[in-house]
């Protein structure tokens, strides 16, 4: 995540954002057509592409995910409401513990007696640090909420060392110096954690141990060769270009993979958005995430060219979301401030659903998927200190994607209207596909951008033989600008639509201007 603002955001800041409403009065219908074929597939979805993150930030930990005396505090002080809402969003896989915060962080510090335990400057956040919560309070958290741990190890003012060490003390069984100290911290099993991150957003100059692409693609390399060889099982993450804005991209990406391609198996990307004042520009966000993905697939397949390798190298998308990083304000040190927690409106959740979309459609070679963050910091899930916790608008297409996005993803045949953005040519609807198999099922995402007309898709599944249109939803409004919050937490929801028969397997759906929509298929007729 990256901290400073550039000096395009500053200039951003200075202008006056463009009222967020729904254009109204009656509009001509626009036409949009999909067609799906069964053998027509981007490929297997992970479950990892469901995933998130927590890191040591703001109220993220304490105050999100740990609140000992709340009223819904388990034993343990984790918040079981929070829980709960995390289970609804079935997220198989959370981030941890940065993020920013990783790369100046002693895992040590986090283990053991809490009364032992230092309490530090967190440098990254000028933040006040007290370490009440480590890897091994994490793990228990994260087996509660139904995950699993994608750990990260510090590059920045951590060594190779530390990494495997940290990996010993995890993943070991025991009859070892850190497993043994693992067992007497009162963990007898092994934590087992499969994918590990090396480091975080290294060619940044605002990152704790910036380092350029060559010496950090050595350290990364003698990382993951003392890591996999305390544990051979695991999966490793190396650092990407911290976005495509950045001068070393895609440059940087090609050097650290040159160092690392036959070790690791993922490269990592980060991407956010945020409103500038043009609402037609930043529903079409897909656009630019698409090509981001595909830019950063081209770099790893030249890598693997070049290296006459026949390894594929995947992509962990492990940051992606809308931030507003132009409100960021600087705070005094202090222990869990209020940082990062952006308010968003349903015009926040239709641009966050349109990268679902893009994931998705991508599904062959993003392998993980990380929504920065999980609770309070830029996150779908507000918990209120000493009150409830509630859903933002982004919660829901999270959500549609993580229940109904499982399986096959289809390659999507559309044809629709286009237009002109600042990410170039952009249809005004777009979508995904994805097939259940074992369910007999199969759901289309549609997104329409408009914000003035209504779009008609005609949706043919006629290869697939009979099918009905089982359940829909839309989430969509009057006012774009409308949002969720404690006291109106269902301000903002989907709405189900009376499913519609279709005639030889091709339905016509209605989309209502800036709508996104989930269309659930039974494919047994």
């Not at 809402?85 to 920013?100: D, F, K, S």
């Not at 350290?219 to 950045?246: F, H, Q, Y």
């Amino acid at each position: 995540m990256r901290m400073i603002e550039s000096s395009a955001m500053k200039a951003i800041r200075a202008k006056q954002p463009a009222k967020r409403t729904a254009a109204t009065g009656k509009k001509q219908m626009a036409e949009a057509s999909l067609v799906l074929l069964p053998d027509l597939a981007v490929g297997q979805v992970a479950d990892t592409l469901f995933g998130s993150f927590i890191e040591h930030l703001g109220r993220a930990v304490y105050g999100g995910i740990y609140e000992p005396g709340h009223p819904a505090a388990d034993a343990k002080g984790f918040r079981r409401d929070v829980i709960d809402l995390v289970r609804e969003l079935r997220v198989p896989v959370v981030r941890y513990p940065g993020g920013n915060f990783l790369s100046g962080y002693d895992w040590r510090d986090g283990i053991g007696p809490r009364d032992r335990r230092p309490v530090r400057l967190d440098r990254a956040w000028h933040t006040v640090e007290t370490n009440r919560i480590g890897i091994d309070e994490f793990a228990d958290w994260a087996r509660e909420a139904g995950a699993e741990v994608m750990a990260g190890v510090n590059m920045g003012t951590g060594s190779p060392q530390d990494a495997a060490d940290m990996v010993e003390y995890c993943n070991h069984p025991g009859g070892t110096a850190w497993s043994d100290l693992r067992k007497r911290n009162g963990h007898a099993a092994p934590h087992a954690i499969r994918w590990w991150c090396v480091g975080n957003e290294m060619d940044g100059d605002w990152q704790i141990g910036h380092l350029d692409a060559v010496s950090y693609g050595r350290k990364a390399r003698e990382a993951i060769k003392l890591m996999r060889w305390t544990d051979d099982s695991i999966s490793t993450v190396v650092c990407g270009s911290s976005g495509p804005g950045m001068p070393t991209w895609p440059e940087w990406d090609r050097i650290v993979l040159e160092h690392t391609y036959d070790l690791a198996d993922c490269l990592s990307i980060h991407r956010y958005y945020e409103n500038t004042g043009n609402d037609d520009d930043f529903l079409s966000v897909f656009r630019d995430t698409e090509r981001f993905i595909e830019a950063s697939v081209a770099t790893c397949d030249y890598v693997k060219a070049k290296t006459r390798s026949k390894k594929t190298m995947m992509l962990s998308f492990d940051e992606w979301n809308i931030w507003y990083q132009s409100r960021q304000e600087p705070h005094p040190w202090q222990e869990a401030p209020h940082l990062l927690e952006d308010r968003y409106s349903l015009l926040d959740a239709l641009a966050f659903g349109g990268m679902a979309i893009s994931l998705l459609n991508h599904a062959d070679r993003v392998r993980v998927a990380c929504l920065a963050q999980l609770v309070n910091v830029i996150a779908p899930i507000v918990a209120e200190p000493n009150g409830p916790a509630w859903r933002q608008t982004t919660f829901f297409p999270f959500r549609d994607m993580s229940l109904f996005g499982r399986g096959v993803a289809l390659r999507p045949i559309a044809k629709t209207p286009m237009r002109e953005t600042a990410w170039g040519d952009a249809p005004t609807a777009v979508f995904a596909a994805v097939r259940d198999e074992a369910a007999d099922a199969l759901t289309v995402f549609a997104l329409n951008v408009d914000r003035e007309r209504p779009t008609r898709a005609r949706i043919d599944l006629s290869t697939f033989g009979p099918t009905t249109m089982a359940a829909r939803t839309e989430l969509t409004g009057p006012d774009l600008g409308a949002a969720n919050s404690a006291e109106r937490p269902d301000a903002v929801r989907p709405s189900n639509v009376r499913a519609t028969q279709g005639d030889k397997g091709v339905y016509s759906v209605t989309l209502k201007p800036a709508s996104w929509n989930v269309i659930r298929f039974n494919l047994k007729g």
